[in-house]
């Protein structure tokens, strides 16, 4: 079915438009894979060792040894926010180059390990390959991420915001999708990402709390022994437990770094929208569970090429509808950050590439070649 465009015309954001912009923040992770077979690499801490010299903490180590992480401090604009992921991408770009290494964001390996994927040493990361070691030792368990921050105030708005942002989430994660290739082949999904880190204890929609509650459920799940700690609850938004912030976690990592930055302006401009329903005591919406669940397989599934579910309807509607949708509801925000110009011509421009899991699968089917895919990720994350 074909979504026609429309001109987005933002309501008022009430008393959004007066508040405080919020700062954002935008952590991603990358794979580490051989310059001539795409076969994941373990040169990871002496990427990163390389990388940090210049970027200092801003380079991290992940948990497998073949990927790594960048992280962006807070910035108040989408300008600067590019600016740093440009700067990040290249220097550990240029760092991984020096390993014999090229830097790929991907939700998943196109190319197999030639062996299950080494855990970096870490004591905690020792910890959780113990405790869940049918998952460690996988070769497919090797997945990255884009997690997107908004400053808030505290843990009490970043859970307010949570409980009101939950049916717009899987819209996100189709914008997002970019893992169609695991293992060698087609998985059939958009974001097999999505497939994979589900395995985990604490991925999935976070349940709507107030802080009292979050605070009860964490500590009962760390005591329980359901997770090694706080850290690991890796629910589609959480509040961060170390810095002052909303955590979407459900995107693929893309290589082209305009999506990046329109899921940025997506994220913070439906959070400043929404804190006006948040401000005049709105409930969030009640979504049955079965609901939910079901519009995130969806988004994985298809992400932008094919069908997904409004979760407060329970109707299935073309993604890409529900993606206009998305920018109508974040455009009032949008507009009171001086973001909206900006969002709708990314947005315009995504619709016509599809996303980049259509744009894996192109780059697969001009010769069938998996390695032709992982040149083209690499070109694209480069090019940023």
């Not at 076969?39 to 990388?51: F, H, K, L, N, Y």
């Not at 929609?205 to 009292?212: F, S």
């Not at 090429?305 to 409004?310: H, I, P, S, V, W």
Request: proline content about 8%; some cysteine; glycine content about 10%.
């Amino acid at each position: 079915m074909t979504v026609p465009a429309r001109r987005i015309d933002p309501a008022p954001v009430g008393s959004a438009r007066g508040s405080r912009r919020m700062t954002v923040g935008v952590e991603e992770e990358f794979l580490l894979v051989d310059r001539r077979t795409g076969v994941p690499m373990d040169r990871g801490p002496r990427v990163v060792e390389a990388a940090g010299r210049v970027l200092g903490e801003q380079a991290q180590t992940e948990f497998f040894e073949a990927q790594v992480e960048v992280c962006t401090r807070p910035t108040p604009t989408l300008a600067v926010l590019r600016s740093e992921l440009a700067l990040l991408r290249k220097v550990m770009g240029e760092a991984a180059a020096g390993e014999g290494c090229l830097l790929v964001a991907t939700g998943t390996p196109g190319v197999p390990p030639g062996r299950p994927p080494v855990v970096t040493p870490c004591e905690r990361y020792a910890r959780m390959a113990a405790r869940w070691s049918s998952l460690v030792g996988r070769y497919d368990g090797m997945v990255c991420g884009c997690h997107i921050h908004v400053g808030v105030t505290g843990h009490t708005q970043a859970l307010a915001l949570a409980n009101h942002m939950r049916p717009w989430l899987p819209t996100l994660q189709a914008i997002a999708a970019n893992s169609p290739f695991s293992l060698g082949r087609d998985t059939g999904w958009a974001s097999h990402r999505s497939v994979e880190w589900a395995r985990w204890p604490g991925v999935g929609p976070a349940p709507l709390l107030d802080g009292p509650g979050y605070e009860r459920l964490a500590d009962q799940l760390v005591r329980s022994g359901t997770l090694l700690d706080r850290r690991m609850i890796y629910w589609h938004a959480r509040p961060s437990e170390h810095v002052p912030t909303l955590e979407i976690r459900v995107c693929d990592v893309n290589a082209d770094l305009d999506v990046v930055v329109l899921l940025t302006a997506l994220v913070r401009g439906l959070a400043t929208a929404l804190l006006s329903d948040i401000g005049t005591g709105r409930p969030p919406p009640c979504l049955p569970d079965r609901s939910l669940h079901a519009a995130h397989a969806l988004a994985a599934r298809h992400g932008l090429t094919g069908d997904g579910l409004d979760p407060v309807r329970g109707e299935q509607e073309p993604a890409l509808l529900s993606a206009l949708r998305l920018l109508e509801r974040a455009a009032p925000g949008l507009a009171a950050t001086g973001d909206l110009d900006l969002a709708s011509e990314l947005f315009d421009r995504l619709r016509r590439s599809g996303g980049g899991a259509a744009r894996q699968r192109a780059a697969h089917l001009r010769r069938g070649r998996l390695t032709d895919v992982v040149s083209e990720l690499a070109r694209t994350t480069a090019a940023a």
